[in-house]
């Protein structure tokens, strides 16, 4: 079965991690800019980062040029309020700019609408720990509504509360940086999800016209080790069971998110209306990139020496796609969008003045394979949006890992589409239907 017609395919990036302009027109501090000092490998920051906020006009003429017809970015909370309620006017306008950039351009927005750069002056009091966040992103979310929902129809809560609050506040290697106990964890959790709760109540509420509506979690997927009905039964429970506290699993979130379902060792959300977390959704976007396998003394079938992996030694399975799709929809009924896929890749300019990147083309061709035969076995995949269109800043590793598809030199900020931008704009050309294309010739 091909791809539908009206499929997203395009690129995805984060505010902090593009945008730059750090401390201009208005926008406040960020835990990403003010805790991450000493933090992020070789001193690298977000002040610049590939400097979107100035550059966003090239950019989406860069966007459109490679063929793209999404394009998924996140609002920087930090921008458009200056504290829990003044909005900055200078803000809106340069989200108003991008949109409408991207609209006459063909582009359809999707908005993110936390990416993991929360604003110093909600940090400062409690950040995720206090419950009150509920309502200053609920009053985020309505001012973002209100100025951008006539042209944005489709709205993402939050990105991967897996990694924000998995690695910012359990490993402690992400902003904010804190190790928090078991006990924390669970006011955290339960903070967020009722924060996404109200915020899919307030989009609805003041949309300007209908929206679609979700979240992106990462999947957490345990790949099954055979096709045997048990291998994958268990590789099944295994990735929505969560094991203790585990804020990476994908039941931790989603069970109660998606399905209202309160996962057992997760008595804790009883104290709350499950209503209030779990409002209904029109898609289930997610992010995935390697398996829950690697690392796991359980599940770690696939290691062996010399085994294909990226740039950060992330196993690179093709099959994960396969099986995340249709575990999430067997299990969530949602159709899905992929809002991130992606490898980073050791990429530079060569010396004909080009970026070659077949491990990417080879990475987006299988990856695409296996998604195609989730489609085809009739998982409603409605859009891919690759991570990331352009190089930029990789948290805490800093500028060292690349994965996009525009190379960026963060010297000069010049853009150069790589060979697997110009694979990709093929592959998109032919609604994913042809991905044997010659690899990056041009
Ligand atoms: C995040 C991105 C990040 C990417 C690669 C995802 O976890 O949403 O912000 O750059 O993975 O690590």
């Known amino acids: 079965?091909?791809?539908?017609?009206d499929f997203l395919w395009g690129a995805a990036t984060a505010s902090y991690q593009v945008e730059g302009a750090y401390n201009e027109d208005g926008r406040v501090m960020t835990i990403w800019d003010i805790l991450s000092k000493g933090k992020i490998r070789n001193d690298d920051d977000g002040k610049v980062a590939c400097d979107h906020y100035h550059k966003y006009k090239e950019d989406v003429a860069l966007f459109k040029k490679l063929g793209f017809k999404a394009y998924r970015f996140s609002l920087s909370w930090a921008r458009i309020l200056s504290d829990e309620k003044t909005i900055n006017p200078k803000g809106i306008e340069f989200y108003n700019n991008l949109i409408n950039e991207l609209i006459a351009n063909g582009i359809e927005p999707l908005v993110t609408l936390y990416h993991w750069d929360l604003p110093m002056w909600a940090y400062n009091r409690g950040g995720w720990k206090n419950p009150e966040i509920v309502d200053w992103f609920a009053t985020y979310t309505k001012v973002a509504v209100e100025a951008f929902s006539d042209r944005v129809k489709y709205w993402i809560t939050f990105n991967e509360p897996q990694c924000f609050v998995g690695i910012g506040y359990v490993q402690g290697t992400q902003a904010p940086f804190e190790k928090i106990g078991d006990d924390e964890l669970e006011n955290v959790t339960t903070n967020v999800m009722l924060a996404h709760g109200k915020a899919v109540k307030t989009i609805r509420?003041?949309?300007?016209?209908?929206?679609k509506v979700g979240f992106a979690p990462t999947c957490s997927c345990i790949v099954p080790k055979t096709n045997n009905k048990e291998d994958?039964?268990?590789?099944?429970?295994?990735?929505?069971?969560?094991d203790g506290y585990d804020a990476f699993n994908a039941g931790w979130w989603s069970d109660a998110i998606v399905l209202g379902k309160v996962q057992k060792g997760m008595e804790f959300l009883n104290k709350v209306d499950i209503n209030d977390i779990c409002q209904p959704l029109d898609f289930y976007a997610y992010n995935i990139y390697n398996s829950a396998n690697q690392g796991s003394e359980k599940y770690d079938w696939h290691k062996k020496p010399g085994m294909k992996k990226n740039a950060l030694e992330w196993e690179i399975i093709p099959e994960v796609i396969y099986w995340s799709a249709k575990f999430l929809y067997e299990r969530y009924n949602l159709p899905i969008i992929v809002t991130e896929n992606g490898i980073a890749n050791v990429d530079f300019v060569m010396s004909d003045g080009k970026v070659h990147d077949p491990q990417r083309i080879d990475f987006i061709k299988t990856y695409l394979t296996q998604l195609k035969k989730a489609n085809d076995e009739g998982v409603p995949i409605i859009g891919y949006?690759?991570?990331?269109?352009?190089?930029?800043?990789?948290?805490?590793?800093?500028?060292?890992?690349?994965?996009?598809?525009?190379?960026?030199?963060?010297?000069?900020?010049?853009?150069?589409?790589?060979?697997?931008?110009?694979?990709?704009?093929?592959?998109?050309e032919s609604n994913g239907e042809n991905l044997d294309f010659n690899y990056g010739l041009k």
């Open 205 to 211: 509420a003041y949309a300007k016209q209908p929206v």
């Open 232 to 242: 994958v039964e268990f590789a099944r429970q295994a990735t929505f069971t969560p």
């Open 385 to 428: 949006l690759h991570w990331s269109a352009m190089d930029n800043l990789e948290w805490s590793i800093g500028y060292l890992a690349r994965f996009g598809l525009i190379y960026v030199d963060f010297t000069t900020l010049e853009r150069t589409p790589k060979d697997s931008a110009y694979y990709y704009k093929q592959v998109i």
């Open 1 to 5: 079965m091909a791809f539908s017609k």
